[in-house]
């Protein structure tokens, strides 16, 4: 199983990126999918999920309105808008799979982009 995460790069604040997750080696149909970041000295945090079966999401309230979540079955890919960029959003996002939609455990991680905000 492998989660490829790509797209990170550095971007003026209230600019925009889109980081995706390229999914492989087991179907994901039934997983949800999830992105957490990690700023320098800080834990990693979520952001945002999806449900890849009915692409239920749910997002992080310092995200909510800003980044958008989304799946393309056709190319087993999860994409993260972000809109709006703030210096804070500056970390290493991670994407994650995890199969039991009644826990938070995450089995399945990516190896991470970097975003890097500048003010």
């Known amino acids: 199983v492998q989660l490829q995460a790509s797209g990170g790069g550095l971007v003026q604040a209230g600019g925009s990126l889109r980081v995706s997750c390229a999914a492989s080696?087991?179907?994901?149909?039934?997983?949800?999918m999830g992105w957490f970041r990690q700023a320098p000295g800080k834990q990693r945090e979520f952001v945002a999920a999806?449900?890849?079966?009915?692409?239920?999401?749910n997002y992080a309230d310092a995200v909510k309105g800003r980044f958008t979540i989304s799946r393309d079955n056709t190319k087993d890919t999860v994409f993260l808008q972000m809109n709006s960029l703030k210096p804070e959003d500056t970390a290493v996002y991670y994407c994650?799979?995890?199969?039991?939609?009644?826990?938070?455990?995450?089995?399945?991680w990516g190896q991470g982009t970097l975003v890097t905000v500048s003010s």
């Open positions: 080696g087991r179907s994901f149909y039934t997983y949800t």
């Open positions: 999806i449900s890849w079966r009915d692409g239920v999401t």
């Open positions: 994650a799979a995890r199969s039991n939609p009644y826990s938070s455990r995450y089995e399945y």
